[in-house]
Nanobody, 121 residues
Framework: QLQASGGGLAQAGGSLRLSCAAS????????MGWFRQAPGKEREFVTA????????IYADSVKGRFTISRDNAKNTVNLQMSGLKSEDTAVYYC????????????????WGQGTQVTVSS
């Protein structure tokens, strides 16, 4: 039900845009989040946008560099990443849920398959 795309290879300081398309959901009534998992590390929260008021929240590590946005008409959520760093290298997952807090993976119950982002220094 969730299809993530847009990953790839970027140089440090560069940009990438990830997208996540949802199907079979009343998209506008769900919180949307992005998480990532680097090799050998636990999955971590990146950013999320709530369905009530479209409030956004970011991990400190990406604040000011990443921007999340949602397009309810197209059932998509996008993640614009700029100022990429090598530590941003990870598999990025989009997720859908209705619970809180938005920063917890336990608040989401549909997950995309993940898209690889690799940043070379």
């Amino acid at each position: 039900q969730l299809q993530a795309s847009g990953g790839g290879l970027a140089q440090a300081g560069g940009s990438l845009r990830l997208s996540c398309a949802a199907s079979s959901l009343t998209f506008s009534r769900y919180n949307m989040g992005w998480f990532r998992q680097a090799p050998g590390k636990e999955r971590e929260f990146v950013t999320a946008v709530g369905w009530i008021g479209g409030n956004t929240i970011y991990a400190d590590s990406v604040k000011g560099r990443f921007t999340i946005s949602r397009d309810n008409a197209k059932n998509t959520v996008n993640l614009q990443m700029s100022g990429l760093k090598s530590e941003d290298t990870a598999v990025y997952y989009c997720a859908v849920g209705t619970n809180f807090p938005l920063t917890s993976g336990k608040s989401y119950y549909y997950w995309g398959q993940g898209t690889q982002v690799t940043v070379s220094s």
